[in-house]
């Protein structure tokens, strides 16, 4: 089977991590679930690379790569910094971390969707994937999807 791993970085003190970290990875948990479920016909299996960071490293919390290419650089994504309320909880002092804006709005998370669209662009099977009824279906067998 080919792979396609998707790598997450994010702040980890004591085994926790920040709100925002904790909506991305519920997120990616079930995009990996899904993707695992679309493409096994395919041959490929999503595998998860989970890279836990200390304080020091919290600018580079909460990015997200597919076989090594940041999703800001495979898809239309913006990255920015704001002020995080729970990262600043969790080290004890004021810090800002990474917040996107994809499809126009501004995310603290990654969404499901962009992890989604970002595999499938990665596999070249974007077109293929559609949730809207009669459209062609990445099965090839109609429109399941």
């Known amino acids: 089977m080919k792979a396609l791993v998707i790598e997450w970085k994010h702040l980890d003190v004591r085994g926790n991590t920040c709100d925002r970290c904790g909506e991305t990875e519920m997120n990616l948990l079930g995009e990996i679930a899904y993707l695992n479920d679309f493409l096994a ?5 999503v595998e998860l690379v989970e890279t836990k960071l200390d304080p020091t490293q919290i600018s580079e919390s909460n990015a997200l790569f597919v076989n090594g290419i940041p999703i800001e650089e495979i898809l239309d994504i913006e990255v920015f910094e704001n ?6 909880q969790l080290v004890d002092s004021e ?14 998370e990654i969404p499901a969707k962009a992890i989604r669209e970002a595999a499938l662009k990665v596999l070249r099977l974007e077109k293929t994937q559609s949730n809207s009824r009669g459209s062609e279906c990445a099965c090839g067998k109609g429109s399941c999807c």
Not at 41 to 45: A, E, I, L, M, S
Not at 83 to 88: A, L
């Open 41 to 45: 016909p395919q041959g490929v299996v």
């Open 95 to 108: 810090v800002c971390c990474r917040t996107i804006v994809y499809e126009k709005k501004q995310y603290d």
């Open 83 to 88: 002020s995080c309320d729970s990262c600043s």
